[in-house]
């Protein structure tokens, strides 16, 4: 029988570009100010072609499904992408770039218009007009589509007006349940990247035990016949968060389209087995744990393999996660699996120490873990008896795994992917020797814990917590006064909440990494400004700014908790590709400020933006007057 799919699949990929069929690089350069479709810069944008004869470059553009760019367009509206052009050192200041303006034309970053013989090789200024995409609505019409050949596969994914985008990458084949991951290698054939993996199985959620995909999003496609290490941009691995039993590499709170082009780094989500599937570890002496964190192992070992046919620079990977994704950044800074395959890390609201918290920063034993939870998986399944416990567990259905009342989601020492119960901060040898940015939401704890009944006392409620409840009242935590005396409890036990399971780890760490010279460079950072995701608002409406008649999405420059969570949206620019509104004239500025820290520590290992940079982008205020400013780039 004829396999129309498999002919689908040849056409959608068989039409589709590369840069190896342009022979060139492309870019896309645009000024994004986060404010997606409302920008007054929305319709902006070039796609940038390597040098070329005047006909090949209008042929060129045409095969992109798009034009030379023309005359008639506003010069401002390009003039800070060929500035950094300039910036980065890619060309000189008097470089020219074919336009349409009329025939053999040429434009340079001052904004001059000339001729050029036909025959000149000139770099080329392509419009750029792919649509945005936003959570719901992506355009992969065949006119945006590009193939990327890597890891022995043609990759075909699409760009919108940002970036790039290729999307379900598989990683790793499909593991047996409980067996570690292989590293894909592909088998040359074409393939689609237009859609995003299943999301690994987890509780009642759609989901697959085949699901070890991830995603980049990506400024700039090299031509793989000639890769220039020069031009390669930073990468930013991100390992999302969930409890270790919940989410996804293609969650659209982490599309990353917005940080992929305004900080100008390529972005890689990932999907890594989740709860038991991905972290049960039993006394059977093979049944190991950590699946879920050698899986983050295994994509750190895909994108140091095979980014660079993304554009991005296999020797400046940073990895950052927030949560049990900061969990796992700790965790991979430990693994003696991971060592040397990253540059530098961030952790947003790790967690550790107290109550709920410790298991993230402390790592059972394997007799440990099966006291904890591995028995009583066994006895739920009715494996407790079975000639093969592993067996007994592999023969039964996803859904029953994944609907069990005892999860797994604890890391372990297996011995191979950890070594030792937590990050050993007073031995260089056993931890990654990286730059580390680590912060926390003012709040966090306030996620971490339920709500008081009115009456309960301040001791009754921290030991509901699992917290000492002789900390407070205390001078470190006195209780407010104030005519909600239910909430006057919570507000204490939030503060004891975050100091014990956030706070104190996080700043010990960066501490003792200082004191005892681990890491070459820390910042800290603390959030108090957050904008909560509506379908996780703990404890609603205290993590979310008041709502007033001026201000009907909520004011936050009033006092509300700052909690976990709350600065996803600002790290990877997303408040309005969610759909959600600016709640006040900061947010913008402050999530433009807090996406230029993440994608600066990146590309600097410093959260601070080179001014150069800045100016050449387009993101500061010319109130320089006619000081020369130069670009300090990385080597």
Not at 105 to 129: E, K, M, W, Y
Not at 238 to 254: K, P, Y
Not at 581 to 609: E, I, M
Request: aromatic share 12%; glycine share 8%.
């Amino acid at each position: 029988m004829f396999n129309w799919a498999v002919l689908l699949l040849w056409a959608i990929t068989a039409e589709a570009v590369s840069p190896e069929s342009l022979s060139s690089d492309i870019s896309i350069l645009i000024h994004n100010d986060l404010l997606e479709t409302q920008s007054p810069l929305a319709d902006s944008g070039v796609l940038v072609l390597d040098a070329r004869p005047w006909k090949e470059a209008t042929e060129s553009c045409q095969k992109l499904g798009e034009s030379l760019w023309g005359a008639h367009s506003d010069f401002k509206d390009i003039q800070h992408d060929l500035e950094y052009l300039i910036c980065q050192g890619k060309y000189l200041q008097n470089q020219r770039f074919w336009t349409s303006t009329r025939k053999a034309s040429t434009i340079d970053a001052n904004g001059h218009i000339n001729t050029a013989s036909a025959n000149a090789r000139l770099p080329v200024l392509c419009t750029q007009s792919a649509p945005h995409s936003n959570k719901t609505f992506q355009d992969r019409n065949p006119k945006w589509r590009v193939t990327v050949h890597s890891n022995n596969e043609y990759l075909t994914g699409f760009r919108d007006r940002f970036s790039f985008r290729f999307q379900g990458i598989r990683y790793a084949k499909q593991p047996r349940r409980w067996e570690y991951a292989q590293l894909y290698k592909g088998s040359g054939k074409k393939t689609s990247a237009l859609n995003y993996g299943p999301a690994c199985a987890q509780g009642t959620m759609p989901g697959s035990e085949d699901c070890l995909f991830l995603n980049v999003w990506t400024p700039y496609l090299p031509n793989s016949s000639r890769i220039k290490k020069k031009n390669l941009k930073p990468v930013m691995l991100w390992i999302h968060g969930g409890a270790f039993t919940g989410g996804t590499g293609s969650d659209s709170t982490f599309d990353g389209t917005n940080l992929a082009s305004r900080g100008d780094v390529v972005v890689v989500t990932i999907n890594y087995r989740l709860a038991t599937l991905g972290f049960l570890a039993l006394d059977n002496g093979e049944t190991n744990g950590n699946y879920g964190l050698a899986d983050q192992t295994t994509a750190l070992e895909w994108v140091r393999r095979n980014i660079q046919d993304f554009g991005g620079d296999p020797d400046r990977v940073t990895i950052f996660g927030q949560s049990a994704g900061a969990a796992s950044v700790r965790a991979l800074l430990a693994s003696p699996k991971a060592r040397g395959n990253f540059a530098a890390s961030i952790m947003e609201s790790n967690l550790g120490g107290l109550a709920y918290g410790t298991t993230y920063s402390s790592y059972y034993t394997i007799p440990e873990e099966m006291e904890a939870v591995g028995n009583a998986i066994l006895a739920e399944t009715n494996c407790t008896h079975a000639v093969s416990q592993l067996e007994c567990l592999r023969a039964l259905p996803t859904s029953t795994i994944t609907g069990l009342s005892t999860l797994a989601r604890y890391l372990v020492v297996d011995g191979v992917y950890l070594d030792r119960p937590e990050l050993d901060l007073r031995n260089a040898s056993s931890t990654a020797n990286v730059p580390l940015m680590i912060g926390t939401m003012r709040d966090d704890g306030a996620a971490m814990i339920g709500y008081p009944v009115p009456g309960e006392t301040i001791q009754t409620f921290l030991n509901e917590s699992g917290l000492p409840e002789s900390i407070a009242p205390s001078p470190l935590f006195p209780i407010p006064s104030t005519a909600n005396a239910t909430l006057d409890i919570f507000n204490t036990t939030a503060r004891v909440a975050t100091d014990a399971m956030f706070r104190c780890v996080d700043e010990a760490t960066a501490y003792a990494g200082i004191e005892n010279i681990i890491f070459p460079e820390i910042f800290y950072y603390e959030f108090n400004r957050s904008y909560q995701m509506p379908d996780w608002s703990p404890n609603a409406p205290v993590c979310n700014a008041p709502i007033t008649k001026e201000y009907p999405n909520g004011d936050p420059t009033q006092e509300y908790f700052k909690c976990h969570s709350g600065e996803l949206y600002y790290v990877f620019g997303t408040i309005l590709r969610q759909g959600l509104p600016l709640r006040d004239k900061f947010d913008l500025p402050f999530a433009q400020y807090v996406l230029d820290s993440w994608a600066a520590f990146a590309t600097y290992y410093s959260p601070t933006p080179d001014i150069g940079f800045l100016k050449a982008r387009g993101k500061v205020n010319m109130v320089f007057g006619h000081i020369v400013i130069f670009c300090n780039l990385p080597l």
